[in-house]
Nanobody, 127 residues
């Protein structure tokens, strides 16, 4: 059974940093894309970054992030991270990690391509 558990959210002041973690399980040896998404109240779910857990690490980022966020992984721990720097009040949202096992198709940052989702972790940035 595939499971994803997010952690690391919280409250931070504008300009601060947070690192989110996504622990995943249930894929066995099959690689997958693990992505980070966020959803603010009244807004659509937004794709932020994704990383491939297979042999060749590929990453994709939303252009709107402008280098503030970095996705990484520790394969030995089945964990994907999202380092978020220079946080702004508009980054306030529920943050989710999601998994897209093979076969892969469509945009790597499209929420509809991802089959498995965690429960989310709240990030609140105050001005």
């Amino acid at each position: 059974q595939v499971q994803l558990v997010e952690s690391g959210g919280g409250s931070v002041q504008s300009g601060g940093s947070l690192r989110l973690s996504c622990a995943y399980s249930g894929f066995g040896q099959a690689p997958a894309y693990i992505g980070w998404f966020r959803q603010a109240p009244g807004k659509e779910r937004e794709g932020l970054a994704t990383i491939y857990t297979g042999g060749s690490t590929s990453t994709y980022y939303a252009a709107s992030l402008k280098g503030r966020f970095t996705i990484s992984q520790e394969k030995a721990k089945n964990t994907v991270y999202l380092q978020m720097n220079s946080l702004k009040p508009e980054d306030t949202a529920m943050y989710y990690c999601a998994a897209d096992p093979p076969p892969y198709s469509g945009s790597r940052l499209s929420a509809q391509e991802y089959d498995y989702w965690g429960q989310g972790t709240q990030v609140t940035v105050s001005s």
